[in-house]
């Protein structure tokens, strides 16, 4: 049903929230593992209605990979890629 597919949803959210925290204490908050998380978990919070939140973290990721990476590296293409295509805003 509907609702048991939201719940699923709800629960996939709470698991990347519990990962992210961890790996923001155990490798770094711009360790490349870490930034998927964050990019992952921005895919999966519109599904429970957080939209805006998905823009932050989208940002968040992407800033992350422009600084760590720089401009023209082929992740931060790639990451700035989906966030325009997720949320209609590109840079």
Known sequence: T???????????????????????????????DTLCTI???AIAVPS?????????????ALEARKKTLGPEHPVTFAVRQQFGSRTGWQR
Not at 7 to 23: F, I, T
């Open 39 to 41: 990019t992952n978990l």
């Open 48 to 60: 429970i209605g957080n939209r805006n939140e998905a823009v932050e973290l989208h940002r968040r």
């Open 2 to 32: 509907i609702h048991s597919i939201g719940n699923h949803h709800a629960e996939a959210v709470e698991l990347y929230r519990q990962v992210l925290a961890s790996q923001e204490r155990c490798l770094a908050p711009s360790h490349g």
